[in-house]
């Protein structure tokens, strides 16, 4: 099994700033893609950024110049650090990780269970 862990959510004022971690623990071979999504009330889950193994990065037009992922392989986790955060960014985070469970295994997606974000006054 496989599990994602993610903390660092909070209430913060707009303009603040926040930072998201996300640990991946269990049975795993090695982990390509690993990413950050979120899901307001009454909307769907849009992606917010993901990162490649090698580190490429890409944005919701809506976070760049804010937001900045990054990722630690020897230690199976992602980060998002979030600033200059607007109300609009209010949601449930979750942080996703596509893993290989073995040499042979097929790549599956996983994720963890959220972490709420509130930016207000």
């Known amino acids: 099994q496989v599990q994602l862990v993610e903390s660092g959510g909070g209430l913060v004022q707009p303009g603040g700033s926040l930072r998201l971690s996300c640990a991946a623990s269990?049975?795993?071979?090695?982990?390509?893609?690993m990413g950050w999504y979120r899901q307001a009330p009454g909307k769907q889950r849009e992606l917010v950024a993901t990162?490649?193994?090698?580190?490429?990065?890409n944005y919701a037009d809506s976070v760049k110049g804010r937001f900045t992922i990054s990722r630690e392989n020897a230690k199976n986790t992602v980060y998002l650090q979030m600033n200059s955060l607007k109300p609009e960014d209010t949601a449930v985070y979750y942080c996703?990780?596509?893993?290989?469970?073995?040499?042979?295994?097929?790549?599956?997606?996983?994720w963890g269970q959220g972490t709420q974000v509130t930016v207000s006054s």
């Open positions: 996703n990780a596509r893993v290989r469970r073995g040499p042979l295994s097929y790549e599956s997606d996983y």
């Open positions: 269990g049975s795993i071979f090695s982990i390509n893609g």
């Open positions: 990162i490649s193994r090698s580190g490429s990065t």
